[in-house]
């Protein structure tokens, strides 16, 4: 059997004008797509997710070197020994008038200063109470 002598059938039926409309139907699909801005799902997929996660390892880092470095440092002056630190100073130059200059002590530091220093533990009716017996006038 040769393909000469099959029958010609029409399996598909086309509207009438169809072909006629279709470039025209053609032309306004490709005009409507030219009016509707590009949608950019690359831009919406970086602010919806790269971004909030490049902000939570900023602000990590951020934490974590600020809370490292003051335990560093905190560390570091715990281990220094109060022998250590006289003998350094009286290794300077620096005098004390100089090194006050450059300190900044509220009264804690002073109260805790005292006590290392005299080892007094006197309230303020135990030294009135001393001074009372002390005659000054014969010093």
């Known amino acids: 059997m040769k393909l000469e002598d099959l029958p010609k059938k029409e399996i598909f039926s086309v509207p009438e004008g169809y072909f006629e409309k279709l470039p025209g139907i053609i032309q306004a699909r490709v005009a409507e797509q030219q009016r509707q801005p590009e949608s950019r799902p690359v831009l919406k997929y ?3 997710y790269a971004l909030p ?48 200059d ?7 530091d002073v109260d805790e200063i005292e006590n290392e220093v005299y080892g007094f533990d006197l309230d303020d009716e135990t030294l009135d109470i001393i001074t009372d017996e002390i005659d000054l006038n014969n010093l």
């Open 102 to 108: 450059h300190a900044s002590l509220d009264a804690s």
């Open 46 to 48: 970086t602010f919806q």
């Open 53 to 100: 996660v490049v902000a939570l390892i900023m602000v990590g880092i951020f934490w974590f070197n600020n809370r490292a470095g003051q335990a560093t440092t905190e560390s570091m002056l715990a281990e220094i020994q109060t022998e250590d630190l006289i003998a350094y100073l009286d290794d300077t130059e620096m005098s004390t008038d100089e090194l006050l």
